[in-house]
């Protein structure tokens, strides 16, 4: 039978839980997950997990941090006062903001902090830091063809 392998376009089926049990994602039913090996557009973890699997093989991996949303950076998270942003904001701890940065590029900041005129904004992924469990199934391989 056929591995998957690097350039293969697969689908699988997955379910993505913390380590407390509680789910993070999911694929839909009707609906799997479909990306190419090697072109580095899921986790780094994930993909190693489907490379070599199998159509209909299952597996359950845990993804440490390094291989998922990264290490959890003190240096992306950083307090500053109200004023210093937008007036009119309707801020609360877990407001997700898009801060654009002095050149141009644009990226997500969550409120993990409200107190005396200030505010905590913290730019790492919401699972940075978190060890990831994923049950994957390999639905099908779909291998280009050379002419």
Known sequence: MSKAQEGDLVRVAYQGTLEDGSVFDSSDEDEPLAFVLGEDTVLPGFEKAVLGMEIGEQKTVRIPPEEGFGI???RLVDEFSLEALPQGLQLKVGTQLEVTAEDGSRFQVVV?????????????????????TFHIELLAIDRPTIN
Do not use: I
């Open 72 to 74: 959890h950076q003190e």
């Open 112 to 132: 993990t902090d409200l107190r005396a005129g200030r505010v905590t904004l913290d730019a790492n992924h919401p699972l940075a830091g978190h060890v990831l």
